[in-house]
């Protein structure tokens, strides 16, 4: 089972939903992503927030469809997309996939993004996608990486501290051994010259960004 969140994030930002399988996949709203997918045709499976970015309009047509709804008040030490991910992350899906996350105002986007941890200490898969972007957080060890069109550029960062021992091989710019210390752009835009390749690195936590123009 996967579980695919739609948080409130523009919509100029989001992938092509139909790309993500409707049947087989639990569905999550938070917020206005509840707004979003029900605009696209898609109810779903939960919904999450205290909607407070709906106005009265949006709310009575999002009131008549019957949602399974967790509610909570607007004033809270943690936002609508935090407590929907510490939900899903506890069902222990196959992977969990976030839209909606990027775009609009930088203080979420940057918050979001440091939400990837709570699958990483539980062991769970979670990636944020939007209309450019695949962003997800790898604990060490050994990956691989697959040319797939739609991302021709793979970058890779360390997140909260250096990365030790990173290792590429079959990409245009290969690495054996690097320290990454915070700050580096070293490994922004390296492209796979084969169809596959790999990356490995030692400690530390690693970003990994596939993207297109």
């Known amino acids: 089972m996967n579980i695919i969140i739609v948080a409130g994030g523009p919509e100029e930002n989001h992938p092509d939903f139909s790309c993500f399988p ?5 569905w999550v709203g938070v917020d ?3 707004y979003h997918l ?3 045709g898609i109810k779903p499976d939960y919904a999450f927030g205290d909607f407070d970015s709906l106005d009265s309009r949006e709310r009575e047509w999002m009131s008549s469809y019957e949602l ?3 509610e909570y008040d607007s004033e809270k030490d943690k936002t609508d997309l935090e407590l929907a991910l510490e939900w899903a992350v506890a069902e222990q ?3 969990i996939i976030l839209l909606g996350a990027t775009g609009g105002r930088l203080d979420h986007e940057l918050a979001n993004i440091q939400l990837l941890l709570l699958g990483l200490e539980q062991s769970v898969p979670i990636e944020i996608r939007d209309s450019q972007n695949s962003i997800s957080l790898k604990a060490p060890g050994t990956y691989e990486a697959v040319n797939e069109p739609e991302y021709p550029y793979h970058s890779f960062l360390p997140f909260n501290g250096p990365v030790n021992g990173l290792s590429l091989s079959g990409f245009k710019y290969p690495l054996k051994q690097q320290y990454l210390p915070m700050g580096s752009t070293l490994c922004i835009s390296n492209e ?3 169809k596959n390749g790999t990356y490995s690195f030692s400690g530390g936590i690693l970003m990994f960004i596939k993207s297109h123009d």
Do not use: A, D, Q
């Open 38 to 40: 029900l605009k696209k």
């Open 22 to 26: 409707v049947n087989g996949s639990v």
């Open 32 to 34: 206005r992503g509840v």
């Open 192 to 194: 796979l010259v084969n």
């Open 93 to 95: 899906p196959e992977g």
């Open 68 to 70: 399974p709804l967790f």
